[in-house]
């Protein structure tokens, strides 16, 4: 992923030490902002809320090949309004999208760079007898590369199109490749 850097932001990351966070975006209904420095942060009008919410992220990693990137975020579910927000709503190719930004006493310096930008595939619940964590899966927009397009030709498929349409009402029964063209 090709990226340019805010001259602000490289010039941060030039001296010896530096500060360093993420902010993570996730596309709900109403969009969570979560970050992992131990102060929020305020960036573009959104506020990233600290708290200790985000626990874990899987390291980014980058290729020149064209393939499904994967990726998973770890936050806590003690705050129930996580848990309650994937069980409520469409999570499915929700949006997640991951900057790193240089700070300096809790200020970001120039504009963040942007890591990771992926889908939510999936995500899993572990409560504990002390703990409860909300593991989500993402992937990257190959993720549906090798998916099959189009309409299946069976009678199913056919009423959503064309209810009352009985055209493909025995197609199951005819189980021979039918050749389209040429031969």
Known sequence: MSRTVNSSTATELAKDAFEMAHLVTIDFDTPVYLTDNPHDLTYDGDDYEAGGHLLQMSNVTESSDVRVG???????GVDQSYISILLSQSYINRQVLIYRAALNN??????PILLYNG?????????????SDITISTASHWSDFEKKAGRKTNNNSQQIFFSGDLGFEFASSTVTDLKWGRV
């Open 119 to 131: 889908r939510i595939d999936g995500f899993t619940i572990a409560d504990g007898d002390n703990s």
């Open 70 to 76: 994967k990726y998973s975020l770890q936050i806590s």
């Open 106 to 111: 809790n200020t970001i310096i120039g504009d």
